[in-house]
């Protein structure tokens, strides 16, 4: 069963005194269970801040986040993350990066070899299970990152700008596999971004947040049917979607 996630009034603020940065809110949001919510700010305004929160890895300082009705306290363990550069390591396959996610949880490879060569099948890499890394392309590299932060079917998936150092084209192709593997198994997606049309064609939920301290400005549902491919960008709901946001930006001088 996906994770239901909720911000109530969370902040953050590094430091203290005149050296202080206020990075994060305050905030409040209910990321339902199976949604995929993009967070979708300027640079610096504390969404990586926010995911760190999320996964237990840094303390707020005001507020709190439940999980399933539960405050986080400590290091999440039934979660999957996912970061701009992939923690890939070299002296490892493919098959064995996505495996060393198994053996740090105590579970055998071995017993879950089927479900390792069904995700490595779902983003195309079947054919590179015994490469390894630095024989991927940088997209290859980022598809076998995303096998490991699903083998363990994790309840929750946070993705902290994925695709962000990959070209056009690659990106393209990987929305379209992230977000098959997002409907087949729905678990709860918080997916960091800067681009506006990635977080549309993506989400079923779009968090604006404002510059430093990030605020949520507003979250915007998008109803737009799944899956949605090329066609979906042309039409005149996303392209709505996209201006209404590229508005909000503008306002606050940030585009
Ligand atoms: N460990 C830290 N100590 C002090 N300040 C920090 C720390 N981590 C982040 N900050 C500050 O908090 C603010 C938010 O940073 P954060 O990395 O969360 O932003 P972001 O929205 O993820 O940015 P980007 O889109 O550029 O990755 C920034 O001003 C940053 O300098």
Redesign the pocket.
Known sequence: MAATIELRSLA?T??SGPQA?H??GPADLTIPSGGFVSLL????????????MIAGL?DASRGEILVDGKRVAGPQTDIGIMFQDNTLVPWRTVEGNVALQLEMRGLSPGAHAGRISELLRSVRLEGFAGRYPHELSGGMQQRAAFCQALVHDPDTLLL??PLGKLDAMTREGIRTDLQALWMKRRPTVVF?T?SIEEAVQLSSTVCV?TP?P?RIECAIDIDLPWPRDLDVKSTPEFTGHVHRIQGIFRDYGVI
């Open positions: 953050k590094f430091g940065v990075a994060f700010g300027p640079s610096g305004c504390g969404k990586s801040t926010l995911m760190l840094l902290d700008e960091v800067h947040i430093r990030g």
